[in-house]
């Protein structure tokens, strides 16, 4: 009966011109039917614990509510796990898998998981809802296929598993992915040179997604959707082929970055990449998870968690039984682990977290979204979502970096800015993109409101030479200028490099949009190993803060130095115990070579 | 064994729920890197140097004492010169193509099956441990090869 005067009163709140900020911003009651979604905080807060020690705080969550009462929950768009595998069998999951799924070890079509990381991530996008068992994904309609991608990383693997079937066939049926989930990737240790005559694979995977993001569908396209990462206070790296720890070091003090993030997500050529969507993770109180990665390539945020003991993570699919996955027999902090009442069996986990939670939690709300209007393509869809992203955590104050720069002055540098508003009037943080995904807000836009954008334009490179000299320790920088005469409106900025520079970690670099607009495309302290070829070279960073804004004018870059030697990296290893990196401060000053631009937009 | 552990602790988890506390990384004195250089030589893939770790010298390989044939074999692993990224040689070749080539009797020749094709690029796979790199040297020989190249697998590539 709740039930029917609710739907009643949307109803009628539909009917009338001023519904939309009524209907999104209530709250209306998820519908019973498994007993795991009240703590599932991530689809609705209320303040719970999601099984672990405390509570989060209510309304930090996806805002689902309205889609899931209009009962639009992905149904008919089908989301590809490229993962550690899916146990398709799962009972909370068979229902939503469709043909497609393909074993990239043994050419089967059971994509094993033996990690339970990928079976975890499916059942966030698409767990069954109503069943009566477990909880329910973003999108418990959806259709789901699987690849155990991870343990089969060849390039024959990831052409099937990003959407190239081996029989060479158009992406056009409703089995076929319309999001693709990667909750994975590498943290490098230097940063990444663009070039395809030695790194081919790097230029048919661009194709590939080019073709896929714009061709599938009969032109409605997908969505790559990726994760940021979760290196925000150290990072795994390998060094001579032995896995390190790299950590910070200043002041004498481990792990103190000053506030700011040790590992940026526009490092690696996937998170750079303007094809993938990449999303960093918020906690249950709408902060930054305290592990997540962070970057201007980050277009949204969404629900990752903590870790399910001291603070809620996700709840969500496990692999069968208590000897798997991450729910095993045992005593365990978090109350729903070890064979507890609701969950005898194991079947289900309190402890997955990540930006690899981030990332199926906004591809089910991508699914979500293009159920609600599958005429939409897959651009209109980011857009939606661009435009009806939130502030999350909105006294978030950025970080203040001091520091004492070479006259011995110590000195204050906005090393990451607040919560600002671009000209176009779109909010942005360093952490959080454009913001936390808000799907109602999407699916309302997506039903009512006509939206299709122009085509989209993809500026060639335009290259400057600068050869500016970076002072030591100064706030000073360098500086250089193109002016663009593409008269677009931007939906992305990629900005490619060459700086000549001993300690990169001491380097922030900025971006200001001919409207004004700074961005930090690269935080100071980020903690590199070492450069590529002197520092960076030929180094793509993606933008997504510009969003909105014309792109005509001067864009300028500026490239600070913000350490004289006061700070190292560390790299532990349990053998060797703990090895020092960037241990002196560049004898000679840095140069800002040249640089280059293109722009995504319309 | 206690390697093996840490590599699976440290590499194999979405996020780390625990890591060396700072009392444990205090106990510890610091090397710097300069001191650790390990036994490697220098293997050529794709123009590119990188570090592949010294085989013993009974090497089926080795034809003399001081001459040995450079090789690479699917399921090695190689390190960039600078030591930051470990790769796994995969056993695939990316070859780019201008025009038509028999990829067919090259890979049948060459104890290789085509994996997948996409516009100018083809997938090839040795299936056993052939040595790699004169097979891309031949192919690298052929009219309307672009390119051919190793494909070598980022060992860091893991769950988010």
Redesign the interface.
Known sequence: MAFKKTLLATTIALCSATAFADITDSTFVLAAGDPLTPQQWHLQNTGQTGFSLSSGIAGNDLDIDFAHLMGIKGRGVTVSVIDTGVEIAHPDLVANVVPGSVNLGDGTDSPTDTHGHGTSVAGLIAATEGNGIGGRGVAPLANLIGFNFLSNQTVSAWFVSHGLSEDFRQLDRFTDPRVFNQSYGSTPATPQKLDYVANPFAEVQNLVMQDITENSHWGRGAVYVKSAGNSFGSYNAYYQGMPILVLPYENREFFNNNGLPFHSSNISADNNNYWNLVVSATNAEGKLSSYSSVGSSVFLTAPGGEFGQNAPAMVTVDLMGCDSGSNVAGPHSNALHGGSELDPNCDYTGTMNGTSSAAPNTSGAIATVMSANHALDARTVRHLLATTARKTDADNAGVALSFEDTTGEVVSYDAVPAWQTNAAGYNFHHFYGLGAVDVDAAVYKALFTGISLPEQQITPWQTTTADVEIPDASLVGAQSVISNESELTVESVQVKLNIDHSRLRDLSIELISPAGTRSILMSARTGFLGGNEGGYTDAVMLNTHFYGEQAKGDWTIKVLDTDKGASYTLGYNQQVGLIGFNSRNNEIAGVLKDWSIRIFGH | M??LI??SS???T????S??S?AD??K??????EA???A?KNVTI???VY?Q?VKPSFNKRVLSSHIEIPSLVIGE?V?ST?????Y?V???I?V?LAGDVDLETFSKDNNLTI?????D?Y?L?SSDKTNLLPVVEQLQKLANVV?A?I?L????????
Do not use: M, R
């Open positions: 206690k390697l840490l590599v440290l590499l194999s979405s996020v780390l729920a890591q060396p700072v990384l205090s510890l004195s610091i090397t710097p890197v650790l250089k390990l490697q794709n123009g590119v570090q770790k692993v390190n600078d030591g930051f990224t470990a796994d995969t056993g695939e990316i780019k994996k997948q094709a996409y516009k690029f997938i796979k390119s190249t494909d697998a980022d060992k860091g590539i893991n769950t988010h």
